[in-house]
Nanobody
C-alpha cells in the first residue's frame, strides 16, 4: 500500500507565493507519475500539474493546466518520492483544497493510484 501526504497549505494574499510539498511512502517499486489536483467549493476536482517519468533514462515531462501556466512550477525532490508545487502570483480563484496523486507499481507488481487527504490553500483578495 502506498500513502501520500501533502503539506504547505496556508492563507496568503493575492499576488503572493506558496510552496506545497507531497511525499509518497510505502512499498514503492516505481513512481511513474505524480501530480497535483485541486477542488474548489462547489466545483469538480481539476488537474493542476503533473510530472511523468519517461523511463529508460529519458528524463521527465511536465504538464500544466492552462489557468496556472507561467505561475506554477512542479518539481521532484532528490528522493523521487517527493513532489513540490511552487505557486507564484496567486489569485483568489486558486483557492481550493490541493491534492497530491502518485501512480506506479508497488511490491508484488501491484499497480497503485494513491491520493493524499489534501491541503487547503486560501488566497485573499
Amino acid at each position: 500500500q502506498v500513502q501520500v501526504v501533502e503539506s504547505g497549505g496556508d492563507l496568503v494574499q493575492a499576488g503572493g507565493s506558496l510552496r506545497l510539498s507531497c511525499a509518497a511512502s510505502g512499498n514503492i517499486v516505481t513512481i511513474d507519475r505524480m501530480g497535483w489536483h485541486r477542488q474548489a467549493p462547489g466545483k469538480q476536482r481539476e488537474l493542476v500539474a503533473t510530472i511523468t517519468d519517461n523511463g529508460d533514462d529519458n528524463g521527465e515531462s511536465t504538464h500544466f493546466a492552462d489557468p496556472v501556466k507561467g505561475r506554477f512550477a512542479v518539481s521532484r525532490g532528490i528522493r523521487k518520492n517527493t513532489l513540490f508545487l511552487q505557486m507564484n502570483n496567486l489569485k483568489p480563484e486558486d483557492t481550493a483544497v490541493y491534492y497530491c496523486n502518485a501512480v506506479g507499481t508497488a511490491g508484488w507488481n501491484r499497480k497503485y493510484d494513491s491520493w493524499g487527504q489534501g491541503t487547503q490553500v486560501t488566497v485573499s483578495s
